[in-house]
């Protein structure tokens, strides 16, 4: 029977571009092979890990590669794949959740990215490491006209492209497999079902009126700078906090009826704390939820530091010491699942991934003298626990994002994998422990301890934007590629997360 081709179409107002399907090599399933409980145990702690890094760059180059980490913590690269995803520049990326496990089947991961054309891409790839060839001589003879080893994989296609925005796409976030959130500079934030990609509410931010041009602005004349810079999210998955260009607050939003449930301006005593002055723009440029023993929290990161507020909106402390640095991203990794601990994690201009505790009895206290001799107290600061890169592991430019995936080390205990981006194209990886990690903030010392070891470099030779990572799982033995696996996603990604909906 011949196979059936897939045709360009218009779905709820969003366009889907249908990408050219080619056709699927058949893997041979090896024989089995006779071995203990023992030798099979022993031989699943020293298998290789394998880190899916996906990056975006400033020359419209969608990157995928793979970093395996050997048991001796060497690290092999493999090009997935490579190619002009957009025609400008790519602001964004985002992964969802793997699809739920299914007998006889490959779970799969989506993969979305923004950019300044007004687009939105959305991508299937694999969960799982890319099957080796079946011919040996045709990787070999591939790989030697190439810089470096490429491990192409079937598994990964594009879905098709979202024309929500009219203007440049800043933020995407898969909350659920089951939606995805994207954010631009036309003021509008979009929520869409993957299930048929249908636009389900555009949420319309405020545009600020044009009261003063504040100093590096590139707004039209007679208008004022707007756009979303970014959103967060609640786990319960029905509040959401936006910060926008231009506006000097950050809005709270109902995902329950898409609507504005509330408004937090930034005090001039706020602004002044985070080094904002009278000629600064004042405004948020990320936000992110996080949680320690004490209760929920969210973070906004300004240019040049961050602010901790409670569940209660009140400013909780402030995150950089002196002297601050420009702050490009900032997360929140967990290191205690029993507890829901986190710490946050920030990366700055001097090529460092700095960790900071924002628990209400790490925070330093401190008090300063106005210009009329009255004392004046002040936030308190977050402990600055470890950090990672910097010039004494080689890195001078700035870290323009990173994405951090936790990782099972067996009797080491588990490890967290940073894949950090610089502007200089070099994608780097590295490891540290998270028991480490738990060690130096239990400590009493001021001073932040360098951690980390530094596994590998991929040059990139493309100008990094975003960056994100995942861990594949293994791949199922009794599981082979078909040439139908194209046609049978289809079928599956409209019976999959109806119940969340």
Known sequence: MGKRKRTDGTLNGASIQAPINGKKTKISKPPANIESTANTK?????????????????????????????????????????????????????????????????QKVMLASGSSDERVNVYNISAHPPALPRHRGREDALSAAAPRRILENPKNRELGTLLHHASTVTR?????????????ED????????????????????????????????AALGAAPAGVNDFAVHPSMKLMISVSRGERCMRLWNLMTAKKAGVLNFSR???????EGKH????????????????????????RDALVFGMDSTPKCRVMPDPRRKIHELCYVTIDKASDSALLAVSTEDGKILFFSTRSEDLAHSSSTTTEGKAKTSLPMAKLVAQVGGKEAG?????????????????????????????????????????????????????????????GTYETQNRITCVEAFEMIPRPEDVEDSEDDLDEDDEDEQDEDEDED
């Open 395 to 455: 890195v001078s430019g700035r870290i323009k994002d990173f994405g951090v995936v936790r990782v099972s080390s067996g009797s080491d205990g588990d490890s967290l994998i940073l894949a950090a981006g610089s502007s200089d194209g070099k994608l780097r990886i590295f490891k540290l422990a998270v028991a480490e990690l738990k060690g130096a903030g239990a400590g009493t010392s001021k001073a932040a301890k360098t951690t980390g070891k530094l596994l």
């Open 42 to 106: 022993s031989s699943e702690a020293s298998s290789p890990l394998t880190i899916q890094v996906v990056t975006g760059s400033y020359d419209r180059i969608l990157h995928g590669l793979t970093a395996t980490i050997l048991p001796d913590d060497q690290v092999e690269f493999a090009d997935t794949f490579l190619f002009n995803a957009h025609s400008s520049a790519i602001r964004c990326l985002a992964l969802s959740p793997p699809s739920a496990p299914e007998p006889g089947k490959l």
């Open 269 to 275: 005593d706020m602004l002044q704390e985070v080094g």
């Open 187 to 218: 003021s509008t934030i979009a929520v869409t079902r993957t299930r048929d990609w249908s636009l389900l509410s555009a949420i319309k931010a405020p545009v600020p009126k044009p009261l003063g041009r504040p100093s590096g602005d590139t």
């Open 172 to 184: 995407l976030a898969f909350p659920t497999r089951s939606k995805l959130i994207s954010a631009s």
């Open 280 to 303: 600064s723009s004042g405004e948020g440029r990320r936000v992110v939820w996080g949680s320690t023993e004490d209760d929920d929290e969210y973070c906004v990161g300004f240019d």
